[in-house]
């Protein structure tokens, strides 16, 4: 999906977001998929859950021994893309580099929350305590948008 669609007239629609809707898209509750490089092969692309502050930066947990932990170390730089999977569809990738950061007491349970509300986020910190969960501090430096929601379907 490019975010262009060709229009009647020959001409292309253009259905990318303003830089305050894609953040406030980015903010919203997705899944996302991070994708980092890998040297002997093809991208690592894996599903994860962020948080994300318009004019900041995302921010998800991961095990540094993991695979998806050593591969940021070696790229230090990273992809995040998160979709919208119902109609009208729409995305929203950010690319840029990465930095680490310990893992605060209260970090798995915000972002667990978030993803499972109150109860299943505080059962699901309880049921994953004491791993070496690091911080990965993803920079925004190019987006890629698109939200088809301007789009007659009718």
Same mark, same amino acid.
């Given at each position: ?16 977001? &303003? ?7 980015? @903010? ?16 690592? @692309?894996? /599903? +994860?859950?962020?948080?994300?502050? /318009?004019?900041?930066? +995302?921010?998800?947990? &991961? ?14 730089? @990273? ?8 109609? /009208?569809?729409?995305? +929203? ?35 994953? @305590?004491?791993?070496?969960? &690091?911080?990965?501090?993803? &920079? /925004? ?14």
């Amino acid at each position: 999906m490019s975010g262009h669609v060709r229009c009647d007239d020959g001409g292309m629609a253009d259905f990318r977001m &303003t830089p305050e809707a894609r953040e406030s898209f980015l @903010a919203d509750v997705h899944v996302g998929v991070l994708s980092v490089e890998r040297a002997d092969g093809p991208p690592l @692309a894996a /599903p +994860v859950w962020y948080r994300y502050q /318009p004019g900041g930066e +995302v921010e998800l947990m &991961t095990d540094g021994d993991s695979l998806k932990g050593r591969l940021l170390h070696a790229a230090g730089r @990273a992809s995040l893309c998160a979709q919208r999977e119902a109609l /009208p569809y729409a995305y +929203v990738t950010v690319e840029g580099p990465i930095a680490f950061a310990e893992a605060a007491d209260g970090d798995l349970l915000d972002i667990a929350t978030r993803y499972l509300g109150a109860e299943g986020g505080r059962a699901y910190a309880a049921g994953n @305590a004491g791993g070496d969960s &690091t911080i990965v501090r993803l &920079t /925004p430096e190019r987006w890629f948008s698109t939200d088809y929601s301007g789009l007659d379907l009718g």
